[in-house]
Structures are given as structure tokens and as C-alpha cells.
């Protein structure tokens, strides 16, 4: 089984420039999220999805945006990329009724000129 | 205001020896405790999880305490070898749910042969 699965893996962008961080599951996981993980923050949470056209915003979602057409992926978009946006981005998903057992992807680094 | 806190960055242990790592929370409102294990370029992984109608869970060499009236939770890895040397995530839930769980910064923990 592939898991949760990133692409790409490394990306250098300038700013202002957009791109989209793809995720797809293939263990048919209701949840997805995507977390940024910053050197002495840890993870934390920019935005979810409970379902198929459900998503919510987590702790730091300003400049991204989230859409969920189908189960299996969620990805990330930056519109208009900023230097503060350099950092390691990881994907998750779990099932809705699972607490917090979250299977990560191995992570999207993207630095921001 | 940092809900879950993992106040040790780093910790060194010598390989057959107990590691602890701690982690304090805030919210007395969290009611699943989590412990997630980095590898350096992978994603996490699940590690041990905790109700808070517990106070010990045990799987294998890893055990997780609550004392949830210092709201601290701690794991214990015995005996420690040189493949636990990664980063470890302390995450906790309220009431339930993926899209709630909050992380720790992490303790790196280098086992030495």
C-alpha cells in the first residue's frame, strides 16, 4: 500500500510565484489535514477536511487554500508565495472516528526566495 | 499560549538505559494523549496513545504515564536502542476528533551505542 502520498518532495519557489502541494490516501481515510513543521514550532495545523467538500481552517491558515473533490486527495494551494512560507509540509489522514492516529506522508520541503 | 509543552529539546541516553521524555499541557479540557516518532526526511509515525480514563498504557519497551492532576504525561522507552534516536511529539486531543490534536515542538533523542 502506498499510504499518504506528496508531491513533489522538494520545491524552490520566488516570491509571488503559486504553486499546489499534492496529497492523495489510497486507505479511504475520511481526514485529511496539512501541517507545516517549522525548526523549534513543531507541527502545526493549516488546514483539514472531514469529508468530500468539507474543509475548515486549523491554527495558521492565512495564504493557502484547501479543496476536497474526492476522498483520496487534498491539496494545498499557495496563491502568492512568501519567504514565510519556507518550511516542511506534511500531509495526513486518519479515519474520522480514529483519535488522532494520523498517518503522515513523508513531507513536501519548500523554500521561498 | 503553547497548549502542549515539551520543554527538553534534546536528550542523550546510553543504549540499555531508560529514556524519559516529558511533555505538560494546559488544557485541562484534553482527553487523548498521543506520542508520535520522527525520523530525519520522513513523516511521523504513530507511536503509543493514552485515554485520560488511564493512567499507563505499555506497548513493548514504550510506556506512556498521565497524571492528569499535573497534567503531565511522560514516556518511558526500556531499554532504549540506537533506532529510537529520532524526534518524539508529544500531541494531545480535546474531546475527541483528528482535527484537534495539538502538538508539541518535539525532543530530539540520540541513543548512543
Known amino acids: 500500500n502506498a499510504g499518504v502520498t506528496q508531491t513533489p518532495k522538494f520545491q524552490v519557489l520566488k516570491t509571488g510565484q503559486s504553486m499546489t502541494l499534492q496529497c492523495a490516501q489510497d486507505?479511504?481515510?475520511?481526514?485529511m489535514s496539512w501541517y507545516r513543521q517549522d525548526p523549534g514550532m513543531g507541527l502545526r495545523l493549516i488546514h483539514y477536511?472531514?469529508?468530500?467538500?468539507?474543509?475548515d481552517q486549523g491554527e495558521v491558515p492565512n495564504g493557502y487554500n484547501v479543496s476536497r473533490s474526492t476522498t483520496e486527495d487534498f491539496p494545498l494551494r499557495l496563491l502568492s508565495a512568501a519567504p514565510s512560507q519556507t518550511s516542511v509540509y506534511f500531509c495526513?489522514?486518519?479515519?474520522?472516528?480514529?483519535?488522532?492516529?494520523?498517518?503522515f506522508g513523508e513531507g513536501s520541503r519548500l523554500t521561498v526566495l | 499560549d503553547q497548549q502542549v509543552k515539551q520543554n527538553s529539546p534534546s536528550l542523550s541516553v546510553q543504549e540499555g538505559r531508560i529514556s524519559i521524555l516529558n511533555c505538560d499541557y494546559t488544557n485541562s479540557m484534553f482527553d487523548y494523549f498521543l506520542w508520535y516518532k520522527k525520523y530525519p526526511a520522513e513523516g511521523p509515525t504513530f507511536l503509543i496513545s493514552i485515554s485520560s480514563i488511564k493512567d499507563k498504557n505499555e506497548d513493548g519497551r514504550f510506556t506512556v504515564f498521565l497524571n492528569k492532576s499535573a497534567k503531565h504525561l511522560s514516556l518511558h522507552i526500556v531499554p532504549s536502542q540506537p533506532g529510537d534516536s529520532a524526534v518524539y511529539f508529544c500531541?494531545?486531543?480535546?474531546?475527541?476528533?483528528?482535527?484537534?490534536?495539538?502538538f508539541g515542538k518535539g525532543t530530539k533523542l540520540t541513543v548512543n551505542p
Open positions: 495526513a489522514s486518519s479515519y474520522i472516528f480514529r483519535t488522532g492516529e494520523l498517518f
Open positions: 477536511s472531514v469529508g468530500a467538500g468539507i474543509t
Open positions: 500531541a494531545a486531543s480535546a474531546q475527541g476528533g483528528s482535527e484537534k490534536l495539538v
Open positions: 486507505m479511504n481515510h475520511e481526514y
